[in-house]
């Protein structure tokens, strides 16, 4: 479970320290505390401006500030693959974040090899190469990377391997404060209870989920990860609920919005109340991928859809 802000925790202190003069069991002040969770926006929403190089990973920070006022963000490594060691771009990236009021949350990981295969040597290889994605999250004061499981072969093959990776990478990641999240991302991993049993058995204060509304068919008509029909395709509901008492992370995944601003095919009340349940507090990304709307307009309509939300639950 995220911990609560320093905002929130001087809001509950104070409630406290008055309660007992006014007859109010602290019991019953704690169940009557708002629930609330803040919004981020990932880099993945304007893949399009930032693959066809209109906008760069460096002004990013800002965008989401003076666009959108988002005051946290979320990075994709597959638009700056060649910066992880790179010193004078982490300064900078920090630097801009920092004068916009903005934190860095995490760095969605992409790319850099199997961290399931049956392979050892690759399995090592792929681990290595994510070492280097932990450092600069950690010099950026991100709390996670994301990683993918995809899988291949078998079920119980895969296990296996993933929990030997993650295992690894948590043991690197730790001393430097920065987690290891998994995301429901397609292959096994988008079987929400194959996840749950690796993240359960990887057993580590350093592992954790990253549920998303939008990845869980975890097999496809050709063997590939996105681009045939699915064929299996996991409870989305189910999924969540079984990710969530691992989550360090929550991605709001959206596509298209009815005419009162809903996603017609996520029930967003129902996810949330399941986020609500789990006791999660922390940051939820913004991750618009429609067709229907410019990517700023459908930012903007996934903010006002989790606000509304929020409100609900409140």
């Not at 004061?141 to 990776?165: K, M, P, Q, T, Y």
């Not at 809903?262 to 429609?290: S, W």
Request: net charge negative.
């Amino acid at each position: 479970m995220a911990r609560l802000s320093r905002r929130h925790c001087l809001q509950w202190a104070g409630a406290l320290a008055g309660s007992s003069a006014l007859g109010v069991r602290a019991d019953e002040l704690t169940a009557a505390a708002p629930y609330h969770f803040d919004i981020s926006l990932a880099q993945w929403s304007l893949n399009k401006a930032l693959f066809d190089k209109s906008l760069s990973t460096l002004d990013f920070p800002a965008v989401a500030r003076t666009s959108f006022d988002i005051g946290a963000v979320e990075y994709v490594n597959q638009f700056f693959m060649d910066k992880a060691r790179d010193g004078a771009f982490i300064r900078d990236l920090k630097q801009r974040a920092a004068d916009h009021n903005v934190k860095s949350l995490l760095i969605m990981v992409d790319g850099e090899g199997d961290l399931s295969t049956v392979d050892e040597k690759r399995r090592k290889q792929s681990v290595n190469n994510h070492h280097k994605w932990v450092e600069m999250a950690a010099e950026l004061g991100c709390h996670s990377i994301r990683v993918n499981l995809h899988g291949s072969g078998g079920a119980e093959d895969w296990h296996r391997a993933s929990v030997a990776s993650l295992t690894e990478l948590a043991a690197f990641s730790g001393p430097m404060g920065v987690k290891i999240l998994v995301e429901n991302h397609g292959g096994y991993s988008s079987h929400g209870a194959k996840l749950a049993a690796v993240l359960k058995d990887a057993d580590s204060p350093f592992c954790g989920s990253m549920p998303d509304f939008g990845n869980f068919c975890y097999q496809r008509e050709s063997g590939d990860l996105w681009d045939s029909p699915c064929i299996k395709q996991y409870n989305l509901y189910q999924g969540v609920a079984e990710l969530m008492p691992y989550a360090g992370a929550v991605s709001a995944k959206t596509f298209r919005f009815d005419d009162e601003g809903n996603e017609p095919n996520i029930d967003y009340l129902r996810i949330f109340e399941l986020i609500k349940a789990a006791g999660y507090t922390g940051y939820v990304g913004i991750e618009y991928e429609g067709n229907e709307l410019p990517a700023a307009e459908g930012i903007r309509a996934t903010k006002a859809l989790l606000e509304r939300v929020r409100g609900q639950l409140s």
